[in-house]
């Protein structure tokens, strides 16, 4: 039985990460599923998640994948799925911040230090990120791909993946602003004992110009999974330029 291929977005994400690539790709990953997280995560979050994804796939394997912030929901998913996992594919992960020195390396920083200071300190950033979304999405986008490197710069000059981001930025920030807020808090918390929990075979996919998640935190997440993962570093790419690559390579039905 062919396995149901789940998508767990980034953050801020949606699904219009899959079809900010190009209709040709797009449709290529047209089977993945995007698992609905809007739920505020909390205590009995990921074996809530992974009791609803047993209820809608009842009978098939599945196959997690996991972009950047979406990395760390499908690997505490995975534990509560057991066998019926047969493989996690990781693009750009975020792991740990607690396995290294990441952040000063991190473009995404600030979001982070911020949910680190506190509930109240990350409220203000992210109300302040929800009024810029609201009123110049595709400025917003344009400034977050501004100091793009390596194979990200072409994206960062091509409107329709511009176009995708600012809806991702508004989805996140505005409609589901609560879940986002709540998973960024979870996931600066201390979560690497989950990763012991982890035995299905797991695929990292890194690109070697990545600013987001640089490639010291994939090579820190593959050290720390006990199914030693295959790391697959891209050359010349970075975060998003990453999941195209995967995209294109691996989003085959």
Not at 170 to 182: I, K, P, V
Not at 220 to 240: D, I, K, R, V, W
Request: net charge neutral; proline share 9%.
């Amino acid at each position: 039985m062919r396995p149901a291929t789940l998508y767990f977005h980034g953050l801020p994400g949606s699904a219009a990460e899959l079809a900010s690539f190009g209709p040709e790709i797009a449709a290529q990953a047209g089977h993945f599923h995007v698992f609905d997280r809007s739920a505020t995560p909390g205590e009995g979050y990921f074996p809530s998640l992974a009791a609803r994804i047993a209820a809608q796939y009842p009978d098939e394997p599945l196959r997690l994948v996991g972009f950047s912030l979406g990395a760390p929901a499908a690997l505490q998913v995975a534990p509560h799925l057991g066998a019926r996992v047969e493989r996690i594919d990781l693009v750009s992960p975020a792991a740990p911040l607690q396995l290294g020195d990441f952040l000063d390396d991190m473009a995404g920083a600030p979001v982070f230090r911020a949910a680190l200071a506190g509930r109240m300190p990350f409220a203000a950033l992210t109300f302040m990120q929800a009024q810029v979304a609201r009123i110049a999405p595709a400025k917003m986008a344009a400034a977050l791909m501004a100091k793009a490197r390596g194979a990200d710069r072409a994206l960062a000059a091509d409107p329709r993946f511009i176009a995708g981001l600012a809806q991702s930025l508004q989805t996140s920030l505005l409609s589901r602003r609560a879940a986002y807020s709540a998973e960024i808090r979870a996931y600066v918390a201390n979560w690497s004992g989950a990763l012991a929990k982890v035995h299905q075979p797991v695929t990292i996919w890194q690109g070697s110009e990545d600013d987001w998640t640089p490639p010291a935190m994939a090579e820190a997440l593959a050290a720390h999974l006990p199914s030693t993962p295959a790391l697959l570093m891209q050359p010349g790419c970075s975060h998003f330029s990453t999941l195209g690559a995967y995209l294109e390579a691996e989003a085959c039905p």
